[in-house]
């Protein structure tokens, strides 16, 4: 029982993560694309974080600046990248963003070297014992600081008039102009709030994971099946999807033992597959409400 | 000066010339009809007006030229478009497509009287404001799609059919609400109909299209005396 809790929380801290991620992905998709590119973008981001750390700065210091600059970034990467192929099939615009991750990926490794690097958490070590259960409070924390954030991002889209003009531009570009929605900077807010929780997810996981230009793929596949198995017109079921998958994860690894950490890819995979076939909303997606 | 002019204003569809020259004038306070078959170019002609297409030609509101403005500037200067379908967001609930109507409003003190105004127009948008638009009847929905109009405070209400797929009942109702919005509100409204009869009973003034072009226009009482007219254009 004790193993089991001290699996599902640090199982939470790696979800936490997903779960960013998968918000990030579900934010974009208003959209109507998938971008392939935001673990790249999460990387980046650490490795921008990472640098800054290295220089000197206060971590938090840090983690303030590279959340905004990922939010600018993201904005203007919009603007300049993808704002050409509005109007365009979705499908260019997922190529290009399968493009940006190749090369996001590269220009990392050449910019930072592909060697593995640690990240430093400003938490302190050791466990919280809870009735003999032993909580890594680092994990905890991890978990604590993306949940606020998100928290944040959730007020954000329900309380504010441009979280509003947000989610209303995924509906209907047309009719939101109309009520005077400038839509392609409502897009392009969109991908920078995504860069901007991408970030703080990559941050908080990299002390688990480490640095490393390819360090985001693995939490990209599994933020995709937490998006999926969460609904992706859900944000909240896509942080719900990201904390489940993160959790199944970790236990499958551990009770399953012939999966074990090799096939925990697979996983994932197995969970989009599942989900689509079987509640291709997602847990929490809205099938579409229609009056015929 | 008229509230809007228009002046040989054309647009197409890819190839295809959907309006060859449309002239029109619609007067500060008035409530002006466009009518004419399907295919005619009436709601292509609003389009051109609030800039959800391409256009060239003659477009003047208030004095200031618009025909090279976005959609989303047109909406600034005051112009309201309830599209054809009606455009609302079908998964936010009534309240929620009130505050998008809402959108460009800054003085937030005055906007509560007019959810309130909205709400005493329609009386079952009240009742139903937690509801998803898109659960609400056809007549419903074409009072959401004319109350979140409002919500802007437009000088000018672009309407396009809203009698469109309603019972006559409904259909007296909001005419008398479009009628009220004009005479109480002081909003100019160009409205395009299928139904001449009941559009023309409301306005001042009324145009005619025919494969885009303006047929014929007129006062109502000219329009209803002109047979040729009846027999051809207004099927009654």
Redesign the interface.
């Known amino acids: 029982m004790e193993a089991l809790l001290q699996q599902i929380v640090s199982g939470l801290a790696t979800g936490g993560a997903y779960a960013g991620v998968a918000l990030a992905l579900v934010l974009v998709t208003e959209t109507g694309i998938i971008n392939f590119a935001q673990g790249e973008f999460a990387m980046i981001s650490v490795f921008v974080a990472w640098t800054l750390i290295q220089c000197g700065v206060n971590y938090w210091l840090a983690f303030a600046i590279t959340l905004a600059v990922s939010l600018a970034v993201g904005i203007l990467i919009e603007r300049t990248l993808m704002r050409p192929l509005e109007g365009a099939p979705h499908l260019n615009s997922v190529m290009a963003t399968m493009g940006l991750m190749a090369i996001l990926n590269s220009g990392a490794g050449f910019t930072w070297g592909y060697t593995i690097k640690s990240f430093p958490s400003p938490f302190p070590e050791g466990a919280l014992w809870l009735g003999g259960v032993a909580l890594s409070i680092q994990h905890l924390c991890a978990f604590g600081v993306t949940m606020i954030l998100l928290l944040l991002v959730f007020g954000f889209l329900r309380f504010t ?1 441009l979280g ?2 947000l ?2 531009a995924h ?2 570009p ?10 392609g900077w409502i897009f392009a807010l969109g991908w920078g709030l995504a860069a901007f929780v991408g970030a703080s997810a990559g941050i908080m996981i990299a002390p688990i994971v480490f640095l490393d230009p390819s360090m985001m793929l693995g939490p990209l596949l599994y933020a995709l099946a937490g998006a999926t198995l969460g609904g992706w017109d859900s944000p909240g079921g896509a942080v719900l999807g990201g904390l489940l998958v993160g959790v199944i994860q970790n236990l499958v690894g551990t009770y399953i033992p012939f999966i074990g950490p090799d096939l925990s890819f697979g996983v994932a995979l197995v969970l989009i597959v599942g989900v689509l076939l079987f509640k291709p909303a997602g847990l929490f997606g ?1 099938v ?4 015929v | 000066m008229p509230l809007l002019e228009i002046e040989g204003l054309q647009a197409s569809y890819g190839q295809v010339k959907a309006l060859h020259g449309i002239s029109m004038e619609v007067g500060e306070g008035n409530i002006v009809a466009m009518l004419g078959a399907n295919g005619a170019g009436k709601t292509t002609t609003l389009r051109a007006i ?1 800039g ?1 297409i391409r256009r060239t030609g003659g477009v003047r509101f208030n004095g200031r030229p618009i025909d090279r403005e ?3 500037n047109i ?2 200067m005051g112009v ?2 309830v ?1 054809e379908n009606r ?6 609930t009534v309240w ?1 497509n009130l ?3 809402a ?2 409003r800054r003085d937030t003190d005055t906007l509560k009287e007019d959810f309130q105004k909205a709400f005493d127009n329609f009386p079952r948008l009240g009742e139903r404001r937690t509801q ?1 638009a ?4 056809g007549g419903e929905q074409q009072m959401l799609a004319i109350a ?1 109009g409002l919500m ?1 405070r437009p000088r000018l209400l672009l309407l396009d059919e809203p009698s469109l797929g309603l019972a006559p009942l409904i259909v007296q109702e909001i005419f008398q609400i479009i009628r009220s919005i004009n005479r109480d509100g002081g909003t100019t409204v160009l409205l395009v109909e299928q139904n001449a009869a009941i559009a023309l009973s409301v306005s001042q003034h009324a145009y005619v299209l025919e494969t885009g072009q303006v047929a014929v226009s007129g006062t109502p009482e000219e329009l209803r005396q002109n047979e040729g007219l009846q027999k051809s254009y207004l099927g009654y």
């Not at chain 1, 047309?174 to 839509?183: H, I, K, S, T």
């Not at chain 1, 579409?288 to 009056?291: D, G, M, N, S, T």
């Open positions: 008039k509003l003009a989610r209303a509906q209907d047309q009719a939101c102009r109309l009520m005077g929605v400038r839509v809205r579409r409400v229609r009056r | 609030s959800l976005s959609a989303e909406v600034r309201a478009h599209p455009g609302l967001f079908g998964q936010f929620d505050r998008m109507g959108y460009l998803l898109a659960t609400l009847s979140r802007l």
